[in-house]
């Protein structure tokens, strides 16, 4: 079993859909929760990032964790074409910095 | 955000032939950088942790002699490929952790590496 599962989808919604994306993990130690969005071939982008249980909204974006779930979720509102990406979770722990990915979902938003 | 970049963004050698890429955190100081590789359509892979001033960890199964790791300064880090194989061609990208208390890693956009 993988340390974080997350469906790789592919996801496809049409354009001003919510889009919602979800991981979940094994390791209780897991503190630090990211949301990362990749365009092909290019790096990973920080989008959200939280610490331990709770919601955080950033514009159209807001990422959700529940530690006694150990789930975590990001729903994009108002989805636009230019959402179309590969998004990943990740997280890690408070005395590890290496980070734990899921496998990434793909998303297309369609016009 | 902060800003990682990553030199070159491509490159195309011949089998046998060392590349080097660079890593640097543009408005920030990074106590540790970090190295992933990435196959198409799959999840990064990590290389291996990067602390300044300090040999770097490798993850298991990656050959440190294979891929060496250097980490002058707070700013810059770098990987050479040597004697590059074919079976090396793939997606390099670093990220850099910025100092404590802060836990974010940013990313850089990436080299695409080619062996012939």
């Known amino acids: 079993q993988k340390e974080v599962e997350q469906d790789p989808g592919p996801l496809s919604v049409p354009e001003g859909a919510i889009v919602s994306l979800n991981c979940t993990y094994s390791?209780?130690?897991?503190?630090?929760f990211m949301w990362y969005r990749q365009y092909s071939r290019k790096g990973p982008e920080l989008l959200m990032y939280t610490y331990s249980s709770g919601n955080k909204e950033d514009g159209r974006f807001t990422a959700q964790v529940d530690k006694s779930s150990k789930y975590i979720s990001l729903f994009i509102r108002d989805s636009q074409p230019s959402d179309s990406a590969t998004y990943l979770c990740?997280?890690?722990?408070?005395?590890?910095?290496?980070?734990?990915f899921g496998a990434g979902t793909t998303v297309t938003v369609r016009a | 955000g902060a800003v990682v970049s990553q030199h070159p963004s491509r490159v195309i050698c011949k089998s046998g032939t060392s590349v080097k890429i660079e890593c640097r955190s543009l408005?920030?100081?990074?106590?540790?950088m970090f190295w992933y590789r990435q196959f198409p359509k799959q999840s990064l892979m990590l290389m291996a942790t990067?602390?300044?001033?300090?040999?770097?960890?490798?993850e298991q199964g990656v050959e440190k002699d294979k891929f060496l790791i250097n980490h002058a300064s707070l700013t810059l880090s770098t990987l050479t490929v040597t004697s590059a194989h074919p079976e090396d061609s793939s997606f390099y990208i670093c990220?850099?952790?910025?100092?404590?208390?802060?836990?974010?890693?940013?990313f850089g956009p990436g080299t695409r590496l080619t062996v012939l």
């Open positions: 990067s602390n300044e001033g300090s040999k770097a960890t490798y």
């Open positions: 408005d920030f100081q990074a106590t540790t």
């Open positions: 390791n209780s130690a897991f503190q630090y």
């Open positions: 990740a997280m890690n722990s408070l005395d590890d910095y290496k980070l734990s």
């Open positions: 990220s850099a952790r910025e100092r404590e208390p802060y836990n974010e890693q940013f």
